[in-house]
């Protein structure tokens, strides 16, 4: 070990949850202090290396004296002790097996049958809160910008366009707080796009409250105020994260919040499944953002599922094709046009036309270079979102502090836009079949509007359509330049508040405008009446290498374009385009997703272990010595053990018979907390089975009846006399767990526990015994550095 470079950083407290519902990440609240087990039980730690806690000791007076903390130290070379691991293991005990045989062909096809069905209901209802947030931001921004512009045009006469800045200033900061308020104070898990948290939950993390039913309410609601209020965003991460968590809601059949069980789909009630449906539910969220399904399957696939299989390829692909055709049916009952399903999805950047959309062979290297452009400004765009984000963690963390860094962002965003409308002479003319939603005419001459207004004064989406398809002319270069410059800045500034918002549209928007800027540079320079260097053509190509650089997608950020443009003619030049942002973006910094997911101290398991990690084995990265318990257990070890605060296990191997003097044991099984404590509230106890005659027998509905929210161990009553009983854990242990050989390089334990999403890896010798425990926090604490292989600190965040 002494070939890693160890980084030891400053960690705020926080407060480990045993049910992996512990409060958000950097709260600044105290730690439990660590505690001995009684009986002389092995303790497991999380990880072997020890905890890091660098701050002194505060007493309650002093605590209390000073308050909540000014700024909370935080590095991302750190990993949190909060997040736990989801079960996307099957357990194969005895109740599992048993259920199994009993269940008939005819059983197993009305699960696959069910699965459709979860599918098709995710796809509709993810349909329908798409259809819900664009009529909603239409009516709304359409009644704001209706009243500003006629407060524009009155005092443009009369003078004191003034008032008109305060007016919109004001609209935007009232939108924004109530946005920012539900987020900051109801919900802080809504906040930001959703899209680092879902693919944190796929890859096999517990986020906590990630996919409840209150989180999508705040979500929708936040998002609507974000747009609303005139920020920087968009509404496809939302949308993503909306989606998500319809599925995780549909696919249990329940409400845990609402507390109403319909008592079906009660077979899809654990993490592997419903892991699967999440999966299904993003990707319906971008089918009704963008009109895309194939995209949506791919996202779903390239950016947020870890684990994959055939048959979800489909049962996606259904639900979002469900999501797509529910938003265009009620959109077009909505627009009096019914049967009219062409609306390509909630984000509507319009049909190109296929004469404009030609190119020739000579514009690729063009496109590439404006690919290498992109993966500049999207490197340097997450650079400095990093170092915001850095400055919001350690100073804007209490609720109303980040409430009033939104209404700043949002009062300087609808100042800055003024201005730069205000001060722009750039007009054209207004002709009859203009597509300007709220032109404005401001200083222009009769006839005329200002096209700066077209950019600033418009949703984000809106712009970006008007950027693809306004016919040659429609803005100078100036316009373009400065537009790109102010709102590049405006977007890195939003992105990180405390709002519910998305990074697509600003991305996308910011490189519509410096592509549109670069094929009208383009046609300048070339000869007169040229018709090559369309701007709407390298808008396009602008958008997709701008975002690509800044998320850094792909495969399924082609077809999305390609889909949502209606114009497969490109998606050789987008291929290229994204593939060099990429390329270029990933030697200066990562991308934003993954920048957002380190900061936030995640154990998140990329596709493969870092390149120089061969020569460590399982004996080096493993946790030991472990808690193992006995085949045939007495309660009260159990009960201790559960109760055990400093360690806070939720996997413990089952051995023949644990050795006094604390020697490895055969290995007979693996057993989760959750069991235990379902086992424990149910007081399966081996006295009480002999002494009840017609007790009934505990069944796999009982397990799912307390998943996904397992009651705390402290709320489990043992009397003492109960605490002599014996448990048997035979039944309900899984007694094929995977192992490896302690001689296993790092690599190959990587692939394994990633590969079948697993929560638990035991470690054996070659006589079976139990020598050490992989968890997913031992894996991921290894990366690859500037210094080479470095070792990540756990700490408690």
């Known amino acids: 070990m002494a070939n890693i470079t160890k980084k030891v950083s400053w960690s705020s407290r926080g407060d480990e949850s045993g049910a992996g519902e512990g409060t958000p990440l950097l709260n600044g609240s105290e730690p439990r202090v660590p505690a001995q087990l009684s009986g002389g039980i092995t303790v ?26 000014k700024e909370i130290p935080h590095n991302e070379k750190l990993l949190s002790l909060k997040y736990e691991s989801l079960d996307y293991d099957n357990i194969e005990n005895q109740l599992f097996l048993e259920e199994e045989r009993r269940m008939s062909f005819m059983g197993f096809r009305c699960l696959e049958i069910s699965r459709w069905v979860v599918c098709g209901l995710i ?6 809160i798409a259809c819900f947030i664009d009529i909603v931001v239409e009516q709304l921004a359409g009644i704001k910008y209706h009243v500003i512009k006629e407060n524009i045009v009155k005092f443009t006469e009369t003078g004191g366009l003034s008032i008109s800045l305060i007016l919109w200033a004001v609209l935007n900061s009232s939108f924004v707080m109530v946005g920012s308020i539900i987020v900051a104070f109801i919900e802080p898990i809504a906040a930001g796009s959703g899209i680092p948290q879902i693919k944190c939950y796929l890859n096999g993390v517990k986020i906590p409250r990630v996919v ?66 999440v999966s299904a539910g993003a990707a319906a969220g971008v089918s009704a953002a963008f009109g895309a399904p194939v995209g949506g399957v791919l996202f779903s696939l390239e950016e947020g599922a870890s684990f994959w299989n055939q048959m979800l390829t489909w049962r996606i692909f259904f639900a979002s094709m469900i999501s797509t055709f529910t938003l265009n049916f009620f959109l077009s009952i909505y627009h009096n046009k019914p049967g009219d399903l062409s609306n390509p999805g909630l984000i509507n950047f319009g049909r190109f036309e296929s004469d404009s959309m030609e190119y020739n062979l000579y514009e690729i290297p063009l496109f590439i270079a404006m690919g290498a452009i992109g993966g500049v400004l999207g490197a340097l765009f997450n650079i400095l979102n990093y170092w915001l984000t850095i400055f919001r963690i350690r100073y804007v963390h209490r609720p109303c502090l980040q409430v009033m860094e939104a209404m700043l962002v949002a009062a300087v965003t609808a100042t800055v836009s003024f201005t730069m409308i205000y001060f722009s002479n750039d007009c054209q003319p207004l002709g009859p079949d203009h597509t300007e939603e709220y032109p404005l005419q401001l200083f222009c001459a009769d006839g005329e509007y200002n096209s700066m207004a077209t950019a600033f004064f418009n949703t984000p989406e809106r712009s970006v359509r008007s950027l693809f398809h306004d016919s040659q002319g429609t803005y100078n270069p100036l316009t373009l330049g400065l537009f790109t410059l102010t709102y590049f800045f405006l977007a890195c500034w939003t992105y990180g508040l405390a709002v519910s918002a998305g990074v697509f549209i600003p991305s996308l928007l910011i490189g519509a405008a410096w592509g549109r800027l670069c094929g009208i540079l383009l046609s300048s320079i070339t000869s007169a009446g040229t018709s090559w260097a369309d701007p709407g053509k390298y808008a396009l190509i602008g958008a997709a290498a701008q975002l690509g650089g800044i998320v850094r997608m792909t495969l399924s950020l082609t077809v999305i374009l390609v889909e949502a443009t209606g114009n497969i003619t490109y998606g050789l030049p987008i291929m290229l385009v994204l593939m060099t942002a990429k390329i270029v973006g990933d030697y200066f910094q990562e991308g934003l997703y993954d920048i957002h997911i380190k900061l936030q101290s995640v154990p998140f398991l990329h596709w493969e272990a870092p390149a120089t990690s061969h020569w460590l084995t399982a004996r080096e990265v493993m946790s030991s010595p472990v808690t193992c318990l006995n085949r045939i257990e007495k309660v009260g070890t159990i009960v201790d053990t559960l109760s055990n605060t400093s360690t806070n296990h939720n996997g413990f191997p089952v051995v023949v018979q644990v050795s006094e003097n604390d020697e490895p044991a055969k290995l007979c099984g693996l057993i989760l907390r959750s069991q235990l404590i379902v086992l424990l509230k149910h007081k399966v106890f081996v006295e009480l089975a002999r002494s009840r005659l017609t007790r009934r027998k505990l069944q796999l509905k009982d397990f799912r009846d307390a998943y996904p929210r397992f009651p705390p161990i402290q709320s489990i009553h043992v009397s003492q006399d109960e605490r002599e009983c014996m448990m048997d854990l035979t039944e309900f242990m899984n007694p094929t767990p995977y192992t490896v050989p302690q001689e296993t390089s790092l690599p190959r334990v990587f692939k394994l526990f990633r590969a079948l999403g697993l929560r638990h890896l035991v470690v054996a010798d070659d006589e079976n015994r139990v020598v050490g425990l992989v968890t997913r926090k031992d894996l991921a604490r290894y990366h690859l550095g500037k210094h080479g292989l470095e070792e990540l600190q756990l700490a408690q965040t």
């Open 44 to 69: 497991c730690q999380v990880g072997r290396l020890s905890t890091v806690d660098l701050e002194e000791e505060i007493t309650t007076e002093e605590d209390s004296a000073r308050g909540r903390p």
């Open 212 to 277: 409840r039913l209150k989180t999508l309410v705040v979500k929708v609601c936040g998002v609507i105020c974000s747009v609303v209020g005139g920020l920087a965003v968009g509404k496809e991460g939302p949308m993503i994260h909306s989606g998500a968590v319809v599925a995780a809601g549909v696919s249990q059949g329940r409400s845990t919040s609402l507390k109403r069980d319909l008592k079906i789909f009660e077979y899809f009630r654990r993490d592997t499944e419903k892991r699967d449906f």
């Open 123 to 128: 796809g509709f209802l993810t349909g329908l």
